[in-house]
C-alpha cells in the first residue's frame, strides 16, 4: 500500500510538471525545429542536434554555435563566446543555491538544466520538500526533452523539405513573455518584477541592446539584495 502510495504521489508530481510546462513545450518544440532546419542548412544533421540538445543546451549558444561550427572557429573563441551568451546563468545559479541544497543525486542536473524558462517555473517551488525537488528534476527534465526532440524533427525536416526559417527564433521571445505574464497575475507582490523590468531598462538606455544584459543582471542583483525584506515581508 505504501508503494502505492508513492507511485501515485510521484506520478502526480510528473502530472504536474507536465501541466505546467506545456507552454515551454510548445515554444521550446517550434524553436527547435527552428534551430535544426537551420543546423541542417549548414551540413549538419539531426546526429548533430541531438548531441548539441543534450550536451550544449542552450538555444540562445546553440544558435550561435551554428556559425562558430560552420566558420572552423577555435576552441578559445568559441569557449569567451559561451561564457559571454551564458553569463546571466550565474546570478540564475546563486539565487537557487539554498532550494537546490538538499537535492541530493539531482543536483548535477538541476544545476545544468536550468534554462530561462526552466528557471521562471520552478521559482514558483519552494523547494522544501522531496516533492519539491521532484518537481523541479521533472520541469527540468521535461523542458530538455520537448527542446531535443523539436531539434531532432527540425534537422531530419530540414535535411529533405526547404523552409524560410526567418522569424522563427522569435518564438522563445513570445514563450519568455507568456510566462511573466503568468507569473505577474499569480503573485500579489510584483516588487521583484518592477525592479528586474526598471534595471533593464535602465542598462538597454545606458549600454544599448548589444550590451545590456550582464550589467542589468548585476543591477537586479543588487537590487533585489538591497529588497530583500521588503520582498519577503509583503
Given at each position: 500500500?505504501?508503494?502505492?502510495?508513492?507511485?501515485d504521489?510521484?506520478?502526480?508530481?510528473?502530472?504536474?510538471?507536465?501541466?505546467?510546462?506545456?507552454?515551454?513545450?510548445?515554444?521550446?518544440?517550434?524553436?527547435?525545429?527552428?534551430?535544426?532546419?537551420?543546423?541542417?542548412?549548414?551540413?549538419?544533421?539531426?546526429?548533430?542536434?541531438?548531441?548539441?540538445?543534450?550536451?550544449?543546451?542552450?538555444?540562445?549558444?546553440?544558435?550561435?554555435?551554428?556559425?562558430?561550427?560552420?566558420?572552423?572557429?577555435?576552441?578559445?573563441?568559441?569557449?569567451?563566446?559561451?561564457?559571454?551568451?551564458?553569463?546571466?546563468?550565474?546570478?540564475?545559479?546563486?539565487?537557487?543555491?539554498?532550494?537546490?541544497?538538499?537535492?541530493?543525486?539531482?543536483?548535477?542536473?538541476?544545476?545544468?538544466?536550468?534554462?530561462?524558462?526552466?528557471?521562471?517555473?520552478?521559482?514558483?517551488?519552494?523547494?522544501?520538500?522531496?516533492?519539491d525537488?521532484k518537481?523541479?528534476?521533472f520541469?527540468?527534465?521535461?523542458?530538455?526533452?520537448?527542446?531535443?526532440?523539436g531539434?531532432?524533427?527540425?534537422?531530419?525536416?530540414?535535411?529533405?523539405?526547404?523552409?524560410?526559417a526567418?522569424?522563427?527564433?522569435?518564438?522563445l521571445?513570445?514563450?519568455f513573455?507568456?510566462?511573466?505574464?503568468?507569473?505577474?497575475?499569480?503573485?500579489?507582490?510584483?516588487?521583484s518584477?518592477?525592479?528586474?523590468?526598471?534595471?533593464?531598462?535602465?542598462?538597454?538606455?545606458?549600454?544599448?541592446?548589444?550590451?545590456?544584459?550582464?550589467?542589468?543582471?548585476?543591477?537586479?542583483?543588487?537590487?533585489?539584495?538591497?529588497?530583500?525584506?521588503?520582498?519577503?515581508?509583503?
Open positions: 500500500m505504501r508503494k502505492k502510495f508513492a507511485g504521489a510521484e506520478s502526480g508530481v510528473i502530472l504536474r510538471a507536465f501541466r505546467d510546462t506545456l507552454p515551454v513545450m510548445t515554444g521550446y518544440v517550434v524553436l527547435g525545429i527552428g534551430f535544426g532546419i537551420l543546423l541542417s542548412s549548414k551540413g549538419y544533421g539531426a546526429i548533430w542536434a541531438l548531441l548539441m540538445g543534450l550536451m550544449i543546451y542552450s538555444g540562445t549558444m546553440q544558435f550561435v554555435a551554428i556559425d562558430l561550427i560552420a566558420g572552423s572557429a577555435t576552441l578559445a573563441s568559441a569557449a569567451i563566446t559561451a561564457l559571454m551568451v551564458g553569463a546571466r546563468h550565474l546570478f540564475y545559479g546563486i539565487s537557487m543555491l539554498k532550494r537546490y541544497e538538499k537535492s541530493g543525486f539531482m543536483k548535477p542536473y538541476l544545476i545544468y538544466a536550468l534554462t530561462d524558462e526552466t528557471y521562471s517555473l520552478v521559482c514558483n517551488s519552494e523547494c522544501n520538500s522531496d516533492g525537488l518537481y523541479c528534476f520541469v527540468s527534465l521535461l523542458d530538455q526533452v520537448y527542446w531535443v526532440t531539434s531532432v524533427i527540425g534537422a531530419i525536416l530540414g535535411a529533405v523539405l526547404e523552409f524560410d526567418r522569424g522563427i527564433d522569435f518564438a521571445t513570445a514563450l513573455i507568456t510566462i511573466c505574464t503568468e507569473q505577474w497575475l499569480n503573485e500579489s507582490n510584483h516588487v518584477a518592477l525592479t528586474g523590468f526598471a534595471a533593464s531598462v535602465l542598462c538597454l538606455i545606458i549600454f544599448g541592446s548589444e550590451n545590456f544584459l550582464i550589467p542589468s543582471m548585476i543591477l537586479i542583483t543588487i537590487a533585489l539584495f538591497a529588497l530583500k525584506g521588503k520582498i519577503s515581508h509583503e
